[in-house]
């Protein structure tokens, strides 16, 4: 790489929007990254299956609940009530063990900076999942926490460096960053009018 296509492309990383992302995270050791993010992406992509799957699967539920018998009918809502209490149990799990919500970020594709209520060490490790909502697309990142500072009781900014993200994921949100920008410049030149 050219030095002026570096420089280009070091100034596109840093460009930084405002905006509001579904973003979770966990902090991790740092030689555990690559692995959780791995585990990460399985899950993103068996969750995508599962959605497709389980529409099959309620299409044709639906056709069995019109069956007559007592007995059959009895098992089926049976059946029903466990695997709700399953997925019921799943979604706690997941709630208790990564911090998610839709929240204001501080986004550039070499990092994001974000508000939480659980303190966070600079130099902690974490592995991260955005949730580029009008792209439709979850991106995941490891980094490291470069600032932490409590700015009210209980609530803390956090600003985290990318150092693992896959290239066509940086890519992702480099695109979702001057989409976003574009979006701003044009309402500014509106209230401009």
Request: charged fraction near 30%; charge should be neutral; include cysteine.
């Amino acid at each position: 790489m050219n030095d002026a296509s570096h420089d280009n492309q070091e100034r596109r990383q840093f460009f930084r929007i405002d905006d509001t992302l579904a973003l979770s995270w966990v902090a991790v050791a740092p030689n555990r990254i690559g692995a959780v993010m791995e585990q990460l992406r399985r899950e993103e992509d068996l969750g995508v299956a599962a959605e497709e799957t389980f529409a099959a699967l309620s299409r044709r539920a639906e056709k069995l609940r019109r069956v007559q018998e007592p007995e059959i009918r009895a098992l089926f809502e049976l059946v029903e009530q466990r695997l709700e209490m399953l997925a019921d149990r799943m979604l706690h799990w997941d709630r208790r063990n990564t911090r998610a919500d839709l929240q204001q970020v501080n986004l550039s594709a070499g990092g994001v900076a974000f508000r939480t209520v659980q303190p966070v060490l600079v130099g902690e490790c974490m592995v991260i999942r955005l949730g580029l909502l009008e792209m439709r697309r979850t991106v995941f990142a490891g980094g490291r926490v470069v600032r932490s500072q409590e700015d009210a009781p209980g609530q803390w900014w956090v600003a985290v460096a990318f150092q693992h993200i896959r290239e066509e994921d940086q890519q992702k949100v480099l695109q979702y960053t001057l989409h976003k920008q574009s979006l701003q410049i044009k309402a500014q030149q509106k209230q401009g009018e």
